[in-house]
């Protein structure tokens, strides 16, 4: 049902990025660095829940991220962002109980393994409503989810896929602290709608050299709720954990 949200979201994204715009000249902003992802949660397609955690024992993960800005001062165009996110994650375990996953029975005590990949990439426009010592960022993206969750045992394999452009909004604020070359930040997508939502958010703290070379880390959290996507009968996913970035702006 989330790809039936498009219409009501970019009207309400459409709302909040208006002409406003701040100062920048131009600008690039470039980073990449390393998620550490905790998965809890549980997904259904068919008729059973399974859990992540205690059906699947998903682990762990660092995954890779990356990002490029392109900010400008032409009036009314927004700002461009790229972001790509990897989430993928795998694990073994030895079933307690039996359940049924896009119509194949796994039974207690089967060995199986999991592999899961929701890598995302994102292209967001904003706008610079603020850009001094605090700035502020609104805006929509479109998320592109590419995934599937994979089961299997020596003898049974099941697979639900899904795929889709979900649209969200966009918000970023940022504080910089004089002549310390620190800041502090928050960045959150988002849209929730007809029992369905998605918010991916993190909170920052980042350096920045006086060449554009810089540093920032902090906690990301991911939400996701579902209902009749594709293979997927429901889900409520959480991916949570630090992150750590190098950044470059020129």
Known sequence: ML?????????????????????????????????QQEFSGDITSGTTPVDIEDDLALADENNNIFYLALEHGVPFLPNLRVQHTEVVVSGNSTLTRSFDFDGTTFNVSDAVATDVDLTQTDLVLYYEVLDNVVSLDLGMAA????????????LEFARAEFDGV??????????DLPL?????????????????????????????????????????????DLEDFDDVDSASLDISGPYFALNFHF
């Open 180 to 224: 310390t070359g620190l800041w502090v930040g928050a960045e959150v997508q988002g849209l929730s709608y007809d029992g369905n939502r998605l918010i991916d958010a993190n909170a920052q703290v980042g350096w920045e050299s006086p060449w554009g070379l810089g540093a920032e880390g902090g906690w990301r959290t991911f939400q996701l």
């Open 143 to 154: 998320r592109k989810v590419d995934g599937f969750f994979e089961i299997a045992t020596n």
């Open 3 to 35: 790809k039936n949200v498009a219409k009501s979201g970019w009207i309400i994204v459409l709302l909040l990025t208006g002409p406003a715009y701040g100062d920048t000249v131009f600008g690039i902003y470039a980073g990449a660095g390393s998620w």
């Open 166 to 175: 979900l649209p969200l909004l966009y918000g970023r604020v940022r504080a």
